[in-house]
């Protein structure tokens, strides 16, 4: 089964960045769009944002617009969640994930045909 491989998680202070990457070994996803999620203790799983194929256009939650910032290299059949300013809210684990909606606005994780296995981010105060 195809996986998506997420690293760079850890533990910030808050204020402080993390840079979360995902690999998809043996598999291209340049036509998918690709997507993050998060998922705190106790909560639902929650859209972050995501990024189209070509990465022209990207869309996120309210709740992290200017703060994190996805991006993809279709090359290295990466994406990557520059996180920024992190509080001790975004302390979830992170997903991603790839959609053949290809689109920006897959806002849903049931719009979703592949996922990781998550990292956890923790922020403290």
């Known amino acids: 089964q195809v996986q998506l491989v997420e690293s760079g998680g850890g533990l910030v202070q808050a204020g402080g960045s993390l840079r979360l990457s995902c690999a998809a070994p043996?598999?291209?996803?340049?036509?998918?769009?690709k997507g993050w999620f998060r998922q705190a203790p106790g909560k639902g799983r929650e859209f972050v944002g995501a990024?189209?194929?070509?990465?022209?256009?990207?869309y996120y939650a309210r709740s992290v617009k200017g703060r994190f910032t996805i991006s993809r290299d279709n090359d290295k059949n990466t994406v990557d969640l520059q996180m920024n300013s992190l509080k001790p809210e975004d302390t979830a684990v992170y997903y991603c994930?790839?959609?053949?909606?290809?689109?920006?606005?897959?806002?849903?994780?049931?719009?979703?045909?592949?996922w990781g296995q998550g990292t956890q981010v923790t922020v403290s105060s």
């Open positions: 994930a790839a959609s053949s909606l290809a689109s920006a606005l897959a806002i849903y994780d049931t719009e979703y045909d592949y």
């Open positions: 043996g598999r291209t996803f340049s036509t998918y769009a």
């Open positions: 990024i189209t194929p070509t990465g022209s256009n990207t």
